[in-house]
């Protein structure tokens, strides 16, 4: 069981935005800004797609975004298209453990 | 172009050792945290440990915990994990990333190799 909650799946239509939430507690998400971003597509590694809430690396599309509220933190991908149909991964920096850095991911799937 | 390059995967007996290696090129290796995060099959990312640039600082998740071994040689460009007492729950593909800082507390992996694959089984 992940300390960080997410859903198992989101879905949208192509061109539509979906957000996915991390929802983890003061000891991690709500008490620092340093949540992280993966998308996983099967058989590859994950690629870092935000950092520190809402930071994209260089070469990230900026339909992708982040934000944090309290103990949740989301990842809003706008303008749907099929190439982001993949896992996408949390993470965040605890003071708790190191139990968990990961969510248990949520599978994006594009209708 | 910056590479990780995993390597020593392959099927083990339980209660055995296998030692994990990991070459990076394209960096300067010793400005940076390292980690191995692991993926059994179907299922999801685990981070396994992470070690400091300097080794200074080293964890492990806990389920690894007194049985793995993380360690990294600066002058080589290359980071181990050493992994002892083997179980059937450690089979995944092992994956070594890098870090965005010096310290791996933040969990900014922005490189990853493609992976070895460790399978524990009799």
């Known amino acids: 069981q992940s300390a960080l909650t997410q859903p198992a799946s989101v879905s949208g239509s192509p061109g539509q935005s979906i957000t996915i939430s991390c929802t983890g507690t003061?000891?991690?998400?709500?008490?620092?800004?340093?949540v992280s971003w993966y998308q996983q597509y099967p058989g590859k590694a994950p690629k870092l797609m935000i950092y520190?809430?809402?930071i994209r690396p260089s070469g990230v599309s900026n339909r992708f975004s982040g934000s944090k509220s309290g103990n949740t933190a989301s990842l809003t991908i706008s303008g749907l298209q099929a190439e982001d149909e993949a896992d996408y991964y949390c993470?965040?920096?605890?003071?708790?453990?190191?139990?968990?850095?990961f969510g248990a991911g949520t599978k994006v799937t594009v209708l | 172009e910056v590479q990780l390059v995993e390597s020593g995967g392959g099927l083990v007996q339980p209660g055995r050792s296998l030692r994990l290696s990991c070459a990076a090129s394209?960096?300067?290796?010793?400005?940076?945290?390292m980690h191995w995060v692991r993926q059994s099959p179907g299922k999801g990312l685990e981070w396994v440990s992470g070690?400091?640039?300097?080794?200074?600082?080293?964890d492990y998740a806990d389920s690894v915990k007194g049985r793995f071994t993380i360690s990294r040689d600066n002058a080589k460009n290359s980071l181990y994990l050493q992994m002892n007492s083997l179980r059937g729950e450690d089979t995944a593909l092992y994956y070594c990333?890098?870090?965005?800082?010096?310290?791996?507390?933040?969990?900014?992996?922005?490189?990853w190799g493609k992976g070895t694959t460790v399978t524990v089984s009799s």
């Open positions: 990333a890098k870090d965005m800082e010096g310290t791996f507390h933040y969990y900014h992996m922005d490189v």
């Open positions: 394209g960096f300067t290796f010793d400005d940076y945290a």
């Open positions: 070690i400091s640039w300097n080794s200074g600082t080293i």
């Open positions: 003061s000891s991690d998400v709500g008490g620092f800004n340093y």
């Open positions: 520190d809430v809402s």
């Open positions: 993470s965040s920096y605890t003071s708790s453990s190191t139990l968990d850095v």
